[in-house]
T-cell receptor
Framework: DADVTQTPRNRITKTGKRIMLECSQT?????MYWYRQDPGLGLRLIYY???????NKGEISDGYSVSRQAQAKFSLSLESAIPNQTALYFC???????????FGPGTRLTVL | TQLLEQSPQFLSIQEGENLTVYCNSS?????LQWYRQEPGEGPVLLVT?????EVKKLKRLTFQFGDARKDSSLHITAAQPGDTGLYLC?????????FGTGTRLQVFP
């Protein structure tokens, strides 16, 4: 079984809809991250969490919110989706920043 | 704000050729990681370099961290089709990773 899972894997939605992307991990890591990936821009950090009670904004948090329901679960919400949020979204987990970050398989989101 | 620039952005070569990918910044990083990403998957860590001037080898891949810890390079010797993928560098900045813009490598048989 995969250590980091993301659901859904693909989603097409319309402008203005609320969307939630979910991430679960079985690695027992405290730190979890949400990134978005756009062509030519690499991965950009949206939000990160160092434990259940610690949530931090990343580089591009506007238009997004997160919830850390448990050590193993970290969800990303788009309250009112817009077309420029069309992207690949990745969840990752890790222990220390210099250690490996383990990435999920990604969610491809299209906002029409 | 993107702090890490990678070059080239795209690279298309024949099997057996050598290549170098560069990762440059005006910022100093405590450490730097290189990841490879294949289509439909998340990035997978290849190596972490920590000390300025450090060189690490992973089979045919050689990674170097610049003396000033602002840049890094990845050299692949005798590239193979299995090396095809998106290569990403990532620098540690205030307890977070800042990812580079990526280099998409295609190796033809």
């Amino acid at each position: 079984d995969a250590d980091v899972t993301q659901t859904p894997r693909n989603r097409i939605t319309k402008t203005g809809k609320r969307i939630m992307l979910e991430c679960s991990q079985t690695k027992g890591h405290d730190r979890m991250y949400w990134y978005r990936q756009d062509p030519g821009l690499g991965l950009r950090l949206i939000y990160y969490s160092f434990d259940v009670k610690d949530i931090n904004k990343g580089e591009i948090s506007d238009g997004y919110s997160v919830s850390r329901q448990a050590q193993a679960k970290f969800s990303l919400s788009l309250e009112s989706a817009i077309p420029n949020q069309t992207a690949l979204y990745f969840c990752a987990t890790g222990q220390e920043v210099t250690d490996t970050q383990y990435f999920g398989p990604g969610t491809r989101l299209t906002v029409l | 704000t993107q702090l890490l620039e990678q070059s080239p952005q795209f690279l298309s070569i024949q099997e057996g050729e050598n290549l170098t990918v560069y990762c440059n910044s005006s910022s100093v990083f405590s450490s730097l990681q290189w990841y490879r990403q294949e289509p439909g998957e998340g990035p997978v860590l290849l190596v972490t370099v920590v000390t300025g001037g450090e060189v690490k080898k992973l089979k045919r891949l050689t990674f170097q961290f610049g003396d000033a810890r602002k840049d890094s390079s990845l050299h692949i010797t005798a590239a193979q089709p299995g090396d095809t993928g998106l290569y990403l560098c990532a620098g540690e900045n205030t307890d977070k990773l800042i990812f580079g813009t990526g280099t998409r490598l295609q190796v033809f048989p």
